[in-house]
T-cell receptor, first 119, second 117 residues
Framework: DVKVTQSSRYLVKRTGEKVFLECVQD?????MFWYRQDPGLGLRLIYF???????EKGDIPEGYSVSREKKERFSLILESASTNQTSMYLC??????????????????FGAGTRLSVL | AQTVTQSQPEMSVQEAETVTLSCTYD???????LFWYKQPPSRQMILVIR??????QNATENRFSVNFQKAAKSFSLKISDSQLGDTAMYFC??????????????FGTGTRLKVLA
C-alpha cells in the first residue's frame, strides 16, 4: 500500500514563527503536492513538485515556500506564520501519467493531514 | 480556467438507501479526467471512483457509480445501499494533462454526507 506520512497531526504555533510541515511518501512517486483545506473552500493547491529540487506555484502560494531535496520528501514552509494560515494542510503524491495509458497512475494518494493553528 | 462546483454542502441519507451527490465543472478542454474522493472523519482522503472524459460508459465501483454527462459538464456520484461507513466528506475533482506533460487537480468545495442508522 502507498503510504504518505505527514509528520504532525496537530500543530500549534505563534504568529511570526517559522513553521515546517513535512511529508514523506514511500512509493517512489515523482509528483508531490501541498493543499490547504478550509470549510466551504475545498482543497486549494499551494505548491507542487514534479521532481527533486523542482517546484511550481499552485493557486495560493503567497506566504508559503517548499523544499524538495529528496524524492520522497516534500516540505512546506511558512516563513512567518500568520493567523490566516490556520488551516488543515494535506500532502499528496502520485506518479505521472504514462504515455498511451492516460489514467494508469493519475491517482493522488493523500496523507492524514496536519491541522495547524496559528495563535 | 477550470472550475468545479458542488452545490450541496451537506446531505443525509438513511442506511440502505440511495443518494446522489452532484458535481458540475467548467472547461473548454475535450480530454480530461474526473474523480470522486472520500474523506472520512479524521481519516485520510481516498479515491472512490474515476472517469476518463473520452469514455462514454459510466464508471462503476461496487456500490458507487457515476452519471457522467459530458455535454452538460455534469459528474454526479450515486451511492447505493448506503452504509454507516460512507459517512464522509466527498470531493469532486477535475484533472487535465497539459501538452507539457504537467497536470494538477482542481477540487470542488465538498459535500458532507451523513448516513443515518
Amino acid at each position: 500500500d502507498v503510504k504518505v506520512t505527514q509528520s504532525s497531526r496537530y500543530l500549534v504555533k505563534r504568529t511570526g514563527e517559522k513553521v515546517f510541515l513535512e511529508c514523506v511518501q514511500d512509493m517512489d512517486h515523482e509528483n508531490m503536492f501541498w493543499y490547504r483545506q478550509d470549510p466551504g473552500l475545498g482543497l486549494r493547491l499551494i505548491y507542487f513538485s514534479y521532481d527533486v529540487k523542482m517546484k511550481e506555484k499552485g493557486d495560493i502560494p503567497e506566504g508559503y515556500s517548499v523544499s524538495r531535496e529528496k524524492k520522497e520528501r516534500f516540505s512546506l514552509i511558512l516563513e512567518s506564520a500568520s493567523t490566516n494560515q490556520t488551516s488543515m494542510y494535506l500532502c499528496a503524491s502520485s506518479s505521472p501519467p504514462l504515455a498511451g495509458s492516460p489514467l494508469a497512475k493519475n491517482i493522488q494518494y493523500f496523507g492524514a493531514g496536519t491541522r495547524l493553528s496559528v495563535l | 480556467a477550470q472550475t468545479v462546483t458542488q452545490s450541496q454542502p451537506e446531505m443525509s441519507v438513511q442506511e440502505a438507501e440511495t443518494v446522489t451527490l452532484s458535481c458540475t465543472y467548467d472547461t473548454s478542454e475535450n480530454n480530461y479526467y474526473l474523480f470522486w474522493y472520500k474523506q472520512p472523519p479524521s481519516r485520510q482522503m481516498i479515491l472512490v471512483i474515476r472517469q476518463e472524459a473520452y469514455k462514454q460508459q459510466n464508471a462503476t465501483e461496487n456500490r458507487f457509480s457515476v452519471n457522467f454527462q459530458k455535454a452538460a459538464k455534469s459528474f454526479s456520484l450515486k451511492i447505493s445501499d448506503s452504509q454507516l461507513g460512507d459517512t464522509a466528506m466527498y470531493f469532486c475533482a477535475f484533472m487535465k494533462l497539459d501538452t507539457s506533460g504537467t497536470y494538477k487537480y482542481i477540487f470542488g468545495t465538498g459535500t458532507r454526507l451523513k448516513v443515518l442508522a
